[in-house]
C-alpha cells in the first residue's frame, strides 16, 4: 500500500530542457532559466536542510524527446541554495517522459502539471518532496 508524500514545492519550466550533452554555456544558461523559474514560485523560506528529498520530473515532449536521464543533474543543480542547501539531500530521483499528445487524467494531476499539459508545449514539471519507503517501490 503506496503512503502519500508531504509535497514541498512544485513548479513548471515551460521550456523545452536542455541536455547534460549540450555546450558548456547551454548549461548554465539553462540552469538560470530552471532557477528563475523555481524562484517565481518559491515562497522566499530558507533552502531546506536536513531532511530527504525526492526529485520528480514530468517531461512532457513533442517530438525528438531528450533522454531523462539527460536533464536531471541540470534541474537537480539549479535548486541548490534556492531549494534545498545542498543536492546530496535528494534520496530519491523519478524521472518520466510522455508526448504532450498523450492521454492524461486530469483529475490525478497537479495544478502545475495540468497547465503544462493544456499548453500542449514541451516543459517540465518539478516536484520536491519527502521519499516514499525503499519497500514501496518494492
Known sequence: ???QSTVYFDFLIPKRPVSLQAKRPSLQAW???V???AAKTWSGNPPYAGIEIQL???YLYESDPVDTDNIIK???DALIGLIYDDDALITNVESHRRSVNGTFDLTRCPPGLIAGIVAKEECVFV???TPRSLEEYL
Open 1 to 3: 500500500m503506496e503512503t
Open 31 to 33: 540552469k538560470a532559466y
Open 35 to 37: 532557477r528563475s523559474e
Open 56 to 58: 520528480t520530473l514530468v
Open 74 to 76: 541540470l534541474i537537480q
Open 127 to 129: 516536484r520536491v518532496c
